[in-house]
């Protein structure tokens, strides 16, 4: 058991992990008959899309021209003739981008009196968004506005013209190729056929003046070189002709004379030492001839090798400096023969010509590139069908209201029993005229169906007093009081449409002729029923109409009460058109001598606040909403819904 209850304790919070929330699935019919709702909207977005591109693409818009020009690169050479490698094409348009040689191109086409270059040149309209931004910066800055002067007017020209030229690379070939755009096609030929030229002669110069200086160079390293060998050699010719260096045979020569003396100076002394040891005459007289002969030869080899000695010793230290200024010529020989032979070279050089940078192939007839109306007229017709799209998802994801009755049943938890066509009028009097007319036919067919489901709704018995009313005003309750009397009077019943709103136009906005302040004087006992209310000859329904003002207190008292009394005697139905539940008390009072409760909630806008707080204010005075009627619905969007509710009844999907 321990350990089991170890286990769960180790799988617990993988468990907790696991737990997911559900997801609603993705109501994709819903969401295609949201688009197909509002695809009057979808279909003006695009429209309007589709204007706005137009007109800039063929009011607005400029056309641009593109030319391009190709440049074959050369290789470059060495100082000795040889190829190197490649050009680096990349700092080719580098250069081709700097400021230098833009600058010599705007020089040789004038691009500073060229407005399109220059647009200081043009006067500016004070309403432009450069005229707008120039006074909000000086506004917020306090800085006047800087007066340009001639070299922020070439650097702005030299921007303009790096914007319009573009320059690709060819590694593998070598070529260069410029691209030139402009309004005109003859200007941008001309411009890009300058920049190539262009390109080409600060080749040629650039090349022409690294010779010359290569060619300076050189000739002073020769003329140094040239000096200095003639330096060692006059330096080698001063130390022989004053015979302090000989050459290595006579050096030789002096060494063997040197090395014979002393071999001779040794035999000498050695005689000498031989006489004055072994000869007892010798003894007895040294100065003998022979001894003195002999001392007479050692005095003799002495100073020749003395001689010889004095001549090695100048001999050895002139040939030391002669091998060094030997070599040292040497040295500048091969430095001079070398500089000789680049000087050469690079005279050569300056007079190859098939190794300058050359132009392939001129700009030729300028293409169209801009602006491209098709292209721009298509992604208008995409995005403005794009936004449509998007503006109806999202007001259907904020709407507040309810679109379906079954949407608005399950969240109140009231019936929905109908569902009241907008009616479209120029003038409101034109209602009694046009509400029997063929034209108003699904009005008349939805009134018809409410005044079914009213009559046979499931109470014991059908109710008499009807009161119409709604959360705010402008959801049509007054429109559907006219039509439900209507209804009512179509079964040959009488019909009397009590206005109850004191506090709105109400029935007197659509029968003028129906005074208001008559059912004030019948309460007040100034006048009889009968005088004050009004008939009209197109419509069987007799109308009541209520004082204009903010006072309920006229449907609190007892004569109010007696004569609704009275009317319900006289009348088989009596429907009142009240003010909306939260304008104030009247219809919560009025709902007090009513059978039932109409509640009108317009179709996509009233939100379920509203709906509640009104009807926890009838259910406050013990007057509960009957059934709730849509009101404002399209035509078009009731057939839908009357097309899905007959699919579904068959079994039919769609």
């Known amino acids: 058991m321990k350990h089991h209850s170890l286990a769960e304790q180790h799988y617990a919070p993988q468990a907790a992990l696991l737990e997911t929330v559900p997801v609603d699935p993705l109501d994709i019919g819903g969401l295609c008959r949201c688009i197909w709702q509002g695809k009057w909207i979808i279909a003006a977005s695009t429209i309007m899309a589709l204007v706005v591109a137009g007109y800039y693409a063929f009011a607005i818009a400029q056309p641009r021209y593109a030319a391009s020009v190709t440049v074959k690169v050369a290789k470059p050479l060495s100082i000795a003739g040889e190829d190197i490698a490649g050009p680096n094409l990349n700092s080719e348009i580098a250069i081709l981008r700097s400021h230098t040689f833009l600058n010599q191109v705007a020089t040789a086409l004038e691009l500073q009196k060229d407005p399109t270059f220059n647009r200081y040149l043009m006067p500016m309209s004070p309403w432009s968004l450069t005229a707008l931004r120039t006074r909000v910066r000086t506004m917020l800055t306090g800085q006047l506005p800087v007066v340009p002067d001639d070299e922020m007017i070439r650097t702005k020209t030299l921007e303009n013209l790096s914007k319009v030229m573009q320059a690709q690379a060819n590694e593998d070939s070598g070529v260069l190729t410029i691209r030139v755009t402009s309004g005109l096609g003859e200007r941008a030929i001309q411009i890009a056929n300058t920049i190539a030229a262009t390109y080409i002669q600060d080749q040629l110069e650039t090349a022409r003046i690294r010779t010359e200086n290569t060619l300076s160079w050189l000739s002073a390293k020769v003329s140094e070189s040239q000096i200095a060998l003639a330096e060692k050699e006059v330096a080698i ?115 190859v010509e098939d190794r300058q940078s050359r132009i392939l192939s001129p700009a030729g007839p300028a293409q169209y590139v801009a602006t491209r109306k098709t292209f721009l007229i298509g992604l208008a017709a995409v995005l403005g069908a794009v936004l449509g799209t998007c503006l109806v998802v999202a007001r259907d994801a904020t709407r507040s209201g309810f679109r379906e009755p079954g949407q608005l049943r399950d969240a109140t938890g009231l019936p929905v029993m109908g569902q009241i066509p907008a009616l479209r009028l120029r003038n409101p009097v034109q209602l009694l005229d046009k509400i029997s007319l063929p034209a108003t036919q699904d009005v008349q067919d939805a009134a018809t169906a409410l005044r079914t489901a009213l009559l046979v709704s499931g109470a014991d018995e059908p109710p008499q007093t009807i009161l119409c009313t709604s959360s705010i005003r402008g959801e049509a309750q007054t429109l559907l009081s006219i039509t439900l009397a209507q209804a009512f009077a179509n079964l040959g019943k009488s019909v009397l449409l009590l206005d109850g709103d004191q506090r709105g136009q109400g029935v007197v906005r659509y029968v003028p002729a129906a005074k208001s302040g008559r059912l004030t004087d019948v309460i007040n006992g100034q006048i009889m029923v009968s005088h004050a209310i009004y008939r009209d000859p197109r419509w069987p329904v007799d109308v009541l109409a209520a004082q204009k003002t903010r006072s309920s207190d006229v449907f609190c008292s007892a004569p109010f009460a007696n004569m609704m009394h009275r009317l319900r005697e006289n009348y088989d139905y009596i429907i009142i058109n009240a003010s909306p539940i939260l304008d104030g008390p009247d219809a919560a009072i009025l709902a007090q001598h009513t059978d039932g409760v109409v509640y009108a909630v317009k179709c996509d806008r009233t939100p379920l606040d509203l709906i509640k707080a009104g009807q926890d204010t009838l259910e406050n005075v013990h007057a509960p909403i009957s059934t709730l009627v849509m009101t404002g619905v399209a035509p078009r969007h009731q057939q839908q819904r009357a097309n899905r509710s007959l699919f579904a009844r068959t079994g039919l999907h769609v």
């Open 237 to 351: 010719t001063e130390l022989i002709s004053q015979s302090r260096a000989a050459d290595q045979v006579t050096f030789d020569e002096l060494t063997r004379q040197a090395m014979d003396t002393d071999k001779r100076l040794r035999d000498a002394r050695a005689i000498l030492a031989g006489l004055r040891s072994g000869d007892p005459s010798t003894t007895q007289n040294p100065l003998s001839i022979n001894a003195r002969r002999i001392e007479g030869q050692i005095a003799v080899l002495q100073d020749v090798r003395a001689d010889l000695t004095s001549q090695l010793a100048q001999q050895s230290t002139g040939l030391a400096r002669l091998n060094q200024l030997q070599r040292e010529a040497d040295a500048s020989r091969v430095l001079y023969d070398t500089f000789l032979a680049r000087l050469q070279n690079t005279t050569l050089l300056g007079a």
